[in-house]
């Protein structure tokens, strides 16, 4: 079965702080992870899949198979970054883009 | 373009009453999807069609109909809509899997059923 887990409802940090949103996904076969974002007020998005190796926003995340952990990384929060951030996973497997996503974890920056 | 829409962006309805859900894309997309976003438990899938003419059930498909009108249009039906039902929903549409496996989320409908 497949499964997405984010372990903080919350993350609250200052402005400047180092930023860690943490996402571990249960599957058998190969997982294709994303990162997505809501903003207050707006539609979910697409912020970086694992397989572009991408940086964006300042966000980065790498999959390491072997703790089967996709977590999203910034150096330095910015209070832009207050959101609510979802991890999901598509199995490689199936054949088709289904996406099983986590509880998500609410970002608040404080300045 | 204006990518996924939604309508209505809320509706109130009392215990029994039925209602559908509209979506619609643009991008020429041949998978639509609905989730449902509740406190908690994150997006969870409701249905999901891979292409034109077909549905299949998601994670929680229980009280909901789907029709995949055309290509474009994707509707969600609450029968007999309970107050398990209130909840955030959003349609989301994906491209084709040579090209990307993003999905692409409309505004969501806020329902609350009484």
């Known amino acids: 079965a497949q499964r997405v887990t984010q372990p903080e409802k919350l993350l609250s940090v200052f402005k400047g702080a180092p930023v860690e949103l943490k996402c571990n996904y249960s599957?058998?076969?190969?997982?294709?992870l994303f990162w997505y974002v809501q903003y207050s007020r707006q539609r979910l998005q697409l912020l970086l899949r694992h397989i572009s190796r991408e940086s964006i926003k300042g966000f980065t995340a790498d999959l390491n198979k072997g703790e089967t952990s996709f977590h999203l990384k910034k150096p330095f929060a910015q209070e832009e970054d207050s959101a609510m951030y979802y991890c999901?996973?598509?199995?490689?497997?199936?054949?088709?883009?289904?996406?099983?996503f986590g509880t998500g974890t609410r970002l608040l920056v404080s300045p | 373009n204006a990518g996924v829409t939604q309508t209505p962006k809320f509706q109130v309805l009392k215990t029994g009453q039925s209602m559908t859900l509209q979506c619609a894309q643009d991008m020429n997309h041949n998978s639509m999807y609905w989730y449902r976003q509740d406190p908690g438990m994150g997006l969870r899938l409701i249905y999901y069609s891979a292409s034109e003419g077909t549905t299949d059930k998601g994670e929680v498909p229980n009280g909901y109909n789907v029709s995949r009108l055309n290509k474009r249009e994707f509707s969600l039906r609450l029968e007999s809509a309970a107050p398990s039902q209130t909840s955030v929903y959003f349609c989301a549409s994906g491209g084709a899997r040579a090209v990307s496996y993003e999905q692409y989320f409309g505004p969501g409908t806020r329902l609350t059923v009484t």
């Open positions: 999901a996973l598509r199995g490689v497997n199936t054949g088709f883009q289904k996406l099983v």
């Open positions: 599957y058998s076969g190969s997982p294709e």
